[in-house]
């Protein structure tokens, strides 16, 4: 259906309508006439749809309401009053995304499905969500998702609980956030820009139940709101839906102010010093942060925002970044990146030096400044410039968004110039920009943009954020002495009814939904399911020892190659230095190209290049793998070659003998898993537990806590190891790279395979032979049940074991369970009663199994919930509707649309696992007509993995040391 300009449609007047050539869209700008709702329609053939609303929220507080509100409007609404539509969606519904996001200015509500039912289902549950929300009668849930005061008895002891409240522990646990905080308070000292939008956690316990309705009645208006419609719908039909449903009931006023007020630039560039928390005996050495953050003109000034952009890149991102290039050089810090926020009224260009000292600021500082001088007047590096607009362009012509919609980033994207009053198609229409880009290259552009916009410019400030052991220790007694003083205060009568709160609280949240609530979310039949299990379609060569996998795919002239060589005869000892291979590969001078060189050239020809090492065991084993070292490439077919020449230059150059050049290589990557090691926390735990019961899961697991230990092992003795391990690099990277043991599998469009094929194959041809050594020793298993103690705030908690070992197989039921643990056991035990961000439950094919807590509070708790699994799961008995939506859920994480890229990855996957069609059938067949008989067996299954007794923790020292009996070892991070 085309509409036509200011005709009206249920309500809507058309403002403008125009074709995008970009994403190949007929754009429509609509208004609700009656209520002041803003509507962008993108028009297409992509049978992915999305909706998403929107609302302006700025906050004017440190309290998390705009973060807390996120939560609790699908926390109940007036057509669906269940405790959590949101998790009912989740558990019987095909949607490709269903999510909510609270910036610091605006709260997004998307959701995406290619099912036409279920994409109303969807918009229906999100859209009275946020107009007719329940938490108005509902007083708990501001409670449960944002804070209460946690009292079992009148002598027990007093304590904060919330699920946001819990996650932003969670984030001040990392260094990032506590320099974030401080830039912004700074930057914008008279703007909504300087509060924490998610909660600082000491200041959500401020938050009350009138303020938070106060502000829903404030923002969540259809005259504050951005509707957001993208793909191939009936749009007529749409409109009538929300004109009928929702929006004619709102008439607007023109009183709603959620502008975001311009902060006027700083007269002189701010200077702030400030501390995060590490442990009480932790060594500060290289623990230092230096910031510089700059305020950078309008977020609508969409050229020069993308410039910026480009220019980030081009200054800090790669080793041939002449500004990360000179402040390494100069040694202030051990890691140098930097961001551009674009999402903000007023974006923000950052400098950040990790891994540096006090004393180095002044010089971190002037490196900046002479560097961007130099700059200025000597001309920027052309070629970079060059390589990463062509880089830029890739990414936007790709469209590869991993696992999320095309239409959803697009979405997202729109929002940084629309919701400050600019014209959300513009953003889309990017080839101007692109080519505008490109012209700037025969000017000095890029340098006066510098010097306008990062050097003479006030609005900055300077961040250093210095190491305090013992900190988070202090700020626990603090907190404790403060909650004593607290219960002090309180009469009897208020701690009773403090009690009382919390004991119906958790009634509530121990309570089942009716069955009449329940009806009231939609449901898909498993009927509307297919039946039969995708089958990538892939061509098989065998050359002897080789192997050759082709997926035919319309790839837009682009060209995905993997290559995999067998290193399984790998010596158990020489694994962690495998990957510390593929970290540093490419960042050493070959014969022919320096590593700059090397660096430019891949952003100039390609869409990226990547290494790996990784066992893959047997589709149902956990002891039989094969390890094998990968590289992965794209680009388009007309540049082939060159990606290739880098591949050889690497493979067959590499010159790894500068120490210093190494030193810093190896700095860098233990200061970054310094600065990530809390946020990879579930990780960490969950690859070591299943390290405790998979021979194929250790070799992997020497790529995570095994490989810090590693990292910080060889920086703690450098010069005594490295003269060795560089010799070992030397040679492991000839056994890395060889032509006799390899599978390549690549994808692009049919009429260029023979091409690909025999570049590819040329490449290889260059390569030397390696004899197949005997597969390598298997690594023992080490010490198990192990905490690892760092200065977080919260804990992410593992348990699990090897249900193959007890004589149970993999089944399709078990997908089933991870979905209802996921959304019902687990989360109300340790999510919603716990007061976690979020949990998981993971049954692997090969015969492990996992359940992990995210960002917990808990610790013997969260245990004491895995352990009651079983008898629960052994007498519950689901109604046939919430077996469906259970069924439902489960189907559609398994069919989320895959990119060519992804597609490729799962063929190659499933033939390097031999994980046969008729396998992954039965696996379907199973899931589809699951029945309660099924799950109930699984109770078995649960109660023998559990019976290993396997645990690993990774989290805070205080709640660690209070439970050191549950463990075997103790590991400080």
């Not at 998403?52 to 309290?63: G, K, L, M, N, V």
């Not at 703007?191 to 923002?219: M, V, W």
């Not at 490419?586 to 100039?604: D, H, V």
């Not at 992990?852 to 004491?864: C, H, I, N, W």
Request: aromatic share 10%; proline share 3%.
């Amino acid at each position: 259906m085309t509409l036509a300009i200011n005709a009206v449609y249920h309500g809507f007047k058309v403002l403008q309508a125009q074709f995008v050539d970009e994403i190949s869209s007929q754009a429509y700008i609509l208004e609700h006439i009656k209520s002041g709702a803003r509507l962008l329609y993108l028009a297409n053939d992509d049978d992915n749809k999305v909706f998403s609303i929107s609302f302006r929220t700025p906050p004017a507080d440190d309290t998390g309401v705009a973060h807390i509100l996120e939560h609790s409007s699908l926390c109940g609404s007036r057509k669906y009053p269940l405790k959590e539509p949101f998790v009912d969606l989740v558990k019987g519904s095909l949607n490709t995304f269903l999510n909510a996001m609270t910036f610091p200015d605006k709260t997004m509500y998307p959701v995406a499905s290619r099912n036409d039912k279920d994409f109303h289902n969807l918009m229906d549950v999100y859209l009275d969500a946020v107009f007719y929300p329940s938490f108005y009668q509902n007083k708990y849930t501001l409670r449960q998702e944002g804070w209460h005061y946690n009292l079992d008895s009148l002598d027990g002891e007093l304590s904060y609980n919330g699920v946001v409240y819990n996650e932003m522990k969670g984030v001040y646990s990392s260094p990032d956030a506590y320099l974030e905080n401080e830039a912004m308070k700074a930057l914008f000292p008279d703007n909504c820009y300087r509060f924490e939008s998610g909660g600082y956690p000491d200041a959500i316990p401020q938050l009350t139940q009138e303020k938070f309705e106060q502000f829903h009645k404030t923002y969540y208006s259809p005259e504050n709101s951005y509707i957001y419609l993208y793909g191939d719908m009936d749009i007529d039909a749409t409109l009538e839906y929300l004109d009928s449903e929702y929006l004619s009931s709102f008439e607007k006023t023109g009183t709603v102010d959620s502008a975001i007020a311009e902060q006027q630039t700083l007269p002189r560039t701010a200077d702030i010093e400030a501390f995060y928390p590490v442990g009480a005996e932790e060594d500060c050495t290289a623990k230092t942060y230096h910031e510089l953050s700059i305020v950078t003109g309008k977020a609508t000034d969409l050229q020069t925002s993308m410039a910026l952009s480009l220019l980030k890149s081009t200054l800090l991102d790669s080793e041939s970044s002449a500004l990360r290039r000179a402040l390494m050089d100069a040694g202030v810090g051990q890691i140098i990146n930097g961001g551009y926020t674009s999402s903000m009224y007023q974006p923000v260009f950052s400098i950040r030096a990790s891994g540096s000292e006090k004393e180095l600021r002044d010089k971190f500082i002037s490196v900046i400044y002479k560097t961007l001088q130099d700059i200025t007047i000597n001309g920027i590096d052309k070629k970079l410039l060059e390589a990463n607009i062509n880089s830029m362009e890739f990414k936007l012509r790709e469209a590869d968004f991993g696992g999320y919609p095309k239409g959803l980033i697009l979405g997202i994207g729109i929002m940084d110039n629309w919701l400050y009053d600019g014209n959300p198609i513009e953003g889309l229409c990017y080839n101007k920009y692109i080519a505008a880009l490109r012209e700037g290259l025969k000017t000095n552009y890029y340098e006066s943009i510098i010097e306008n916009y990062l050097l003479d410019n006030t609005h900055k400030v300077l961040v250093t954020l210095l190491p305090q052991p013992g900190k988070e220790e202090a700020d626990q007694e603090a907190a404790a002495a403060k909650m004593s003083a607290i219960k002090a205060q309180m009469s009897q009568e208020e701690l009773q009814q403090h009690i009382d709160e919390c004991a119906e609280l958790h009634r509530l949240q121990a309570t089942p939904d009716s069955e009449e609530a329940r009806a009231t979310i939609p449901v898909l039949k498993r009927s509307d399911i297919r039946q039969e299990v995708e089958k990538i379609e892939t061509q098989e060569e065998d050359l002897g020892a080789s192997h050759l996998l082709y997926l035919p795919r319309n790839t837009n002239k682009i060209a995905y190659t993997s290559f995999y060589f067998d290193i399984t005869d790998m010596e158990a000892e020489k694994l962690p230095l495998c990957y510390l291979l593929t970290d540093i590969m490419g960042k050493f001078n070959t014969e022919r190209y320096s590593y700059q060189e090397l660096a430019t050239n891949a952003i100039m020809y390609t869409g990226g290049i990547a290494f790996a090492v990784r066992a893959f065991t047997e589709a149902e084993s956990t002891d039989d793998y094969k390890i094998y070292f990968s590289t992965k490439g794209k680009c388009l077919t007309d540049n082939l070659p060159k990606m290739l020449d880098i591949l050889q230059a690497i493979a067959l150059e590499s010159k790894m003998n500068d120490l210093d050049r190494f030193r810093e290589l190896v700095s860098e990557l233990k200061t970054d898993w310094d600065d990530n090691f809390f946020n990879r926390g579930q990780t960490v735990a969950i690859t070591r537990l299943f390290s405790y019961c998979s021979a194929g899961a250790r070799v992997n697991e020497q790529d995570e806590f095994s490989y810090y230990q590693f990292l910080k092992k060889l920086t703690d003795n450098f010069d005594e190891l490295a003269p060795q391990v560089l010799e070992q690099l030397r040679q492991l990277i000839k056994r890395f790279f060889q032509k006799n043991r390899f599978l390549l599998s690549y994808s692009c469009d049919v009429k260029e395979q023979a091409t690909v094929r025999q570049q590819c194959l040329d490449f290889i041809s260059k390569l030397s032979e390696a004899e197949a050594g005997e597969k390598a020793e298997v690594l023992p298993v080490g010490t198990v049940n192990e905490a690892i103690a760092t200065a977080g705030k919260v804990q992410y908690v593992a348990a699990g074991g090897n249900f193959a070992k007890h004589g149970h197989k993999y089944v399709g039921a078990m997908a089933v369970l991870e979905t209802i643990l996921s959304y019902e056991y687990l989360w109300t035990k340790i999510r919603i009663q716990g007061g976690a961000y979020g949990v998981t439950a993971r049954f692997e094919l090969n015969g492990v199994g996992v359940f992990a807590s995210y960002r917990d509070p808990q610790l013997p708790k969260t245990l004491e919930a895995y352990q009651g699994l079983a008898e629960w799961l052994r007498n519950e008995e689901f109604p046939e509707r919430e077996l469906n939506k259970y069924v439902i859920g489960t189907i559609s994480t398994m069919d989320k649309p895959l990119t060519n890229s992804m597609r490729l990855d799962k063929a190659t996957a499933q033939y390097l696992k031999h994980v046969p069609v008729e396998l992954r059938q039965r696996i379907r067949s199973e899931i589809l007509n699951v029945s309660n008989a099924d799950l109930q067996a699984l109770a078995k299954v649960v109660e023998d993995m559990l019976s290993d007794g396997l645990i690993c923790v990774v989290g805070g020292k205080q709640p660690i040391e209070a439970n050191k009996s549950l463990f075997n070892n103790i590991i400080n991070a």
